[in-house]
């Protein structure tokens, strides 16, 4: 028996809490009295992945804890890049980030990696007035990382119960990384993607996304570190949806993608650029939560399983109205480039007010080139 599909895509976090606790009252027992056939590991690998079938989890892969040294090389790789750009501060920062790709680093009894994969729809193509709104990404429509969280939690308290520990992971990884949970947080993040690689949940494509079969890029992922010795899952061999395909590299508005399936963090427009960076501003456009461009013009995204469903976003659900934010008084970053993109004169007044009084200078700053922008000369 499987909890319907449509109850678990659209629950909010409460309710996933409830789909929990159900989870483990009626579905616990069934897992323990399935057939014992095999090794300690194969039984308790089999155990677990029949678990998250039950809960409709559709991707979920196993590896093991060493290191991935295959994207330890491509970070190397990336802060050569940064270092001859003269970015040395990007390039040690990255430097530290390595120590995300050693699992045991952070936890050195960990033995095995459990990952999972949560699909999640895809924007609406839509018109609107770009005067009046702002649009986020479409991973940040719903909270889909609450679903895909608690999924894993259940996975969790399920190999805890076998009496084995288990390190969980937050899916809000922001930049590729997972952080632990609160009481672990000061031992490091792991970065999930090449987990997921690894776990054979699909390919890093070449905007550096995860790329699975049945549902392109628009997954998100959350993974949970045990001291269970796991089967581990084989990577995807033989298929690459890439190829030769370079779309994602041309479209990037922050010119942040590059040959070798590389990112560099701090140019994707999911960062509000420098304020000194006016052009990068202003290609910022409408995104105030995150960018999809790449994900959007990516052709292996065309021909995903996403199924059209009533309780799926509608198209004003990726907008966002920016004058009720004015009137909430909000005012960041983010928010004074956008409003700088609108180019709407009416938005001068709150600019003003809400932005070049902000008590923080950066948020001046920012309010600044936007005013100058609506005025026609940004940055002034």
Request: proline fraction near 7%; charge should be positive.
């Amino acid at each position: 028996m499987k909890v319907p599909r449509e109850d678990l895509l659209h629950v909010s976090l409460p309710d996933a809490e409830n789909l929990l606790h159900l989870v483990h009252r009626k579905y616990f027992q069934h897992v323990y009295s399935m057939p014992k056939d095999g090794s300690p590991a194969e039984v308790l690998t089999k155990q677990v992945k029949r678990l998250a079938r039950i809960c409709n989890m559709d991707l979920i892969g196993v590896t093991s804890s060493r290191p991935f040294d295959e994207d330890i090389q491509r970070v190397d790789e990336i802060i050569e890049d940064l270092t001859k750009m003269g970015r040395d501060n990007e390039a040690r920062r990255l430097g530290f980030r390595k120590r995300a790709l050693v699992p045991t680093s952070i936890w050195d009894e960990a033995k095995s990696i459990i990952v999972a994969a949560q699909p999640y729809a895809p924007p609406v193509k839509c018109s609107f007035d770009k005067k009046e709104y702002g649009r986020m990404a479409a991973v940040y429509v719903r909270d889909y990382y609450a679903l895909i969280d608690s999924k894993i939690d259940m996975l969790g308290r399920f190999i805890e119960t076998m009496g084995y520990r288990v390190l969980r992971g937050y899916a809000r990884d922001g930049e590729g990384f997972s952080e632990l949970t609160p009481m672990d947080h000061r031992r490091g993040c792991l970065m999930v993607r090449p987990v997921a690689r690894r776990a054979g949940l699909g390919v890093i494509g070449k905007n550096t996304m995860l790329i699975t079969k049945p549902y392109g890029s628009w997954v998100v992922l959350s993974f949970l570190m045990t001291d269970a010795p796991l089967i581990p899952d084989e990577p995807l061999k033989g298929w690459d949806p890439c190829r030769e395909c370079d779309v994602c590299l041309k479209a990037c508005p922050g010119n942040a993608l590059f040959e070798g399936r590389k990112l560099i963090y701090e140019d994707c427009l999911n960062v509000t650029p420098s304020v000194e960076d006016h052009e990068r501003l202003a290609k910022v456009g409408p995104y105030l939560w995150g960018c999809d461009v790449c994900q959007e013009v990516c052709p292996a995204n065309r021909r995903t399983e996403h199924d059209s469903r009533e309780s799926a976003p509608q198209a004003e659900e990726f907008l966002i109205p920016l004058r009720p934010l004015m009137e909430m008084g909000i005012m960041n970053p983010k928010v004074a480039v956008v409003l700088g993109n609108t180019e709407n004169e009416e938005f001068v007044e709150p600019l003003t007010r809400l932005g070049l009084k902000h008590e923080n200078p950066t948020v001046r700053r920012y309010a600044r080139w936007a005013l100058g922008r609506i005025r026609g000369r940004a940055g002034k």
